[in-house]
């Protein structure tokens, strides 16, 4: 399946984009679509566990994804 | 209870009295602003930008939180995005709450709490005319492999 994957901004400005898109299979979890990040666009500065989003919550590695789900990747927050 | 990022001035007075009740005995503030140094650095202005939806669940699910854990319904959060110039209002966090001691309490675990977990970000303008995204220090699952 193919899942868009939103970026935000140190990671966003590394891509050059917003979002990016990866392929994965069916059943891929968080941890797969970081996996797939990383491959797509190796400019981005992804820590060894980054911080992840699905639906507007934080998520786990092994959350099971799927087409229509909101992923973004969420860099260091720094609000307040 | 009341929760929102705005493009605008934040008007402190405005949620000062959104807060108050007559049996409340405290009303505390937290107003986070722009400063004009920071690791040294010269600062000219501050941009910030949000993951809005998500910002404004997280910040929501931290005053129910907050609420549940300082025994008040009185609670207001608003955070501002885009630039702001220095002396600025970046966070309002207003707390009533019938005794001192939670009102206060609750005002510094909102902030704390905000700024670990609400998507919001950064981007300082130096007066040399660079820009940089602010790093946080690093937190457990965020930690750089650097």
């Known amino acids: 399946m193919t899942l868009e994957v939103l970026l935000f901004a140190s990671y966003a400005d590394a891509a050059g984009a917003s979002r990016v898109q990866v392929v994965v299979p069916d059943g891929a979890t968080v941890a797969d679509v970081v996996a797939a990040v990383r491959a797509a666009a190796p400019a981005i500065p992804l820590p060894k566990r980054p911080l992840v989003a699905v639906n507007h919550r934080y998520a786990t590695p092994e959350l099971a994804v799927a087409v229509g789900d909101e992923l973004a990747l969420i860099p260091p927050v720094a609000g307040g | ?146």
């Open chain 2, 1 to 146: 209870m009341r929760t929102t990022l705005v493009g605008r001035p934040i008007d402190v007075a405005a949620l000062t009295r959104e807060v108050g009740a007559e049996d409340n005995g405290a009303i505390s503030l937290f107003v986070g602003t722009v400063r004009n140094v920071n690791e040294g650095r010269a600062v000219d202005g501050i941009e910030y930008n949000a993951y809005a939806p998500m910002a404004e669940r997280e910040l929501a699910q931290i005053a129910e939180e907050a609420s549940a854990r300082f025994g008040t319904r009185h609670i207001v959060i608003e955070h501002r995005t885009g630039y702001l110039a220095l002396g600025e209002a970046s966070v309002v966090i207003a707390v009533g709450h019938p005794r001192r001691a939670p009102s206060l309490d609750g005002a510094r675990w909102i902030i704390e709490e905000l700024k670990r977990r609400v998507p919001i970000w950064k981007l300082e303008h130096y007066v040399d005319g660079t820009r940089e995204w602010v790093a946080q220090l690093p937190t457990g699952e965020a930690t750089a492999d650097a």
